[in-house]
């Protein structure tokens, strides 16, 4: 029948034994992501039950020894996490090590130094100078966040080298070639591709249009994978149900669908993020300069006065 053809022509694996390996490892991964979700939230509800008790219950203050340790550790960890991009640009500092251990060490102490700053200022403003290197502690907090999520959409993963548009263009025609026998059985399934990838090659001409194109094109696939996941489940109840196996190719086939649409949108958005990238760069460095100064110039001021 069609769709037994159908379930046949999406990729599968030589045996059941594999299959069911695949299925353990997808369900290992999702339960590891699970734990990893849940440990999360448990430590940032304890920071922020922590916090409240910093800031009302008054467990130290911030004239304290222990604060005062606390904001030499945060502004210590700051002033190290600059080695990355002294690293990243002279050639003679790479006896300091690999350049992605500093990336990732750059990654956690700017999370992790702002964080303890924070709790060594008692969430409390004391002074000008002390209210200036906090506004631009978490201006270059924010601009940091805004970067991580812009280098994910132009690289392999957080930690993974620089794509290319020609290689997510490759990589997106032999995604879309593979899935050829199978459209050609599921032509809904291949007008909702064929849709989606039609909205995503425009080029509107207006600023405002490319960056409200840049915003929607996210959920129009989600809706767009919504719809195809619909046509499969309406092709399965149409020929009726062929067993497991089968139900497992449709999901699989599902999987395979959803992964061309990712790759779809970010080919269609991936010189976008790129110019971003660029522009982000010329705004998050004077930013970083902007703290180290105000920092030095409230270390100095705390020591004077």
């Given at each position: 029948m069609?769709?037994?053809?159908?379930a046949?022509?999406c990729?599968q694996?030589?045996?059941?034994?594999?299959?069911?390996?695949r299925?353990?490892?997808?369900l290992?991964g999702r339960?590891?992501?699970?734990?990893?979700?849940?440990?999360?939230?448990v430590?940032?509800i304890?920071?922020?039950m922590?916090a409240?008790?910093?800031r009302?219950?008054g467990?130290?203050?911030?004239?304290?020894?222990?604060?005062?340790?606390?904001?030499?550790?945060g502004?210590?960890?700051?002033l190290?996490?600059?080695?990355?991009?002294?690293?990243?640009?002279?050639?003679?500092l790479?006896?300091?090590g690999?350049?992605?251990?500093w990336?990732?060490?750059?990654?956690?102490a700017?999370?992790?130094?702002p964080?303890?700053?924070l709790f060594?200022s008692?969430f409390r403003?004391?002074?000008?100078n002390?209210?200036?290197?906090?506004a631009?502690m978490?201006?270059?907090?924010?601009s940091?966040i805004?970067?991580?999520f812009?280098?994910r959409?132009i690289?392999h993963?957080?930690?993974?080298?620089?794509a290319?548009?020609?290689?997510?263009?490759?990589?997106?025609?032999?995604?879309v070639?593979?899935l050829q026998?199978?459209?050609?059985?599921?032509?809904?399934?291949?007008?909702?591709i064929?849709?989606f990838?039609?909205?995503a090659?425009l080029?509107p001409?207006?600023?405002w249009q490319?960056?409200?194109?840049l915003a929607?094109?996210g959920?129009q696939?989600?809706l767009?994978?919504?719809?195809?996941r619909?046509?499969?489940?309406?092709?399965?109840?149409?020929?009726?149900?062929h067993?497991?196996?089968?139900?497992?190719?449709?999901l699989?086939l599902?999987r395979t669908?959803?992964d061309?649409?990712?790759a779809i949108?970010?080919?269609?958005?991936?010189s976008?993020?790129e110019?971003?990238?660029?522009?982000?760069?010329?705004?998050?460095i004077p930013f970083?300069?902007l703290?180290v100064a105000?920092a030095?110039i409230?270390?100095?001021?705390v020591?004077?006065?």
């Open positions: 069609e769709l037994q053809a159908t046949g022509a990729p694996s030589p045996s059941s034994g594999s299959a069911l390996r299925n353990l490892g997808r290992a339960l590891a992501r699970s734990l990893a979700a849940i440990s999360l939230r430590v940032l304890a920071i922020v922590f409240w008790a910093v009302h219950d467990l130290y203050t911030s004239n304290s020894n222990f604060a005062y340790w606390l904001g030499v550790i502004g210590s960890l700051m190290v996490l600059l080695i990355y991009p002294l690293r990243k640009r002279f050639r003679f790479a006896i300091l690999p350049l992605k251990h990336f990732r060490f750059h990654l956690v700017g999370i992790m130094g964080l303890i700053v060594h008692t403003v004391g002074s000008f002390a209210a200036i290197a906090l631009c978490l201006l270059v907090v924010m940091g805004v970067g991580r812009i280098y959409k690289h993963g957080l930690f993974g080298s620089r290319t548009a020609e290689e997510l263009q490759r990589t997106l025609e032999q995604q070639k593979a026998p199978v459209l050609l059985r599921l032509p809904m399934v291949e007008r909702e064929g849709r990838t039609n909205l090659s080029q001409q207006g600023r490319r960056a409200l194109r929607s094109l959920w696939r989600q767009t994978s919504r719809r195809v619909r046509a499969i489940a309406g092709y399965a109840r149409k020929f009726g149900n067993g497991e196996a089968t139900n497992t190719h449709l699989e599902a669908i959803d061309t649409l990712k949108l970010r080919t269609a958005q991936f976008t993020y110019k971003l990238f660029s522009l982000w760069h010329v705004v998050h970083l300069c703290l105000t030095i409230h270390v100095v001021a020591h004077a006065y």
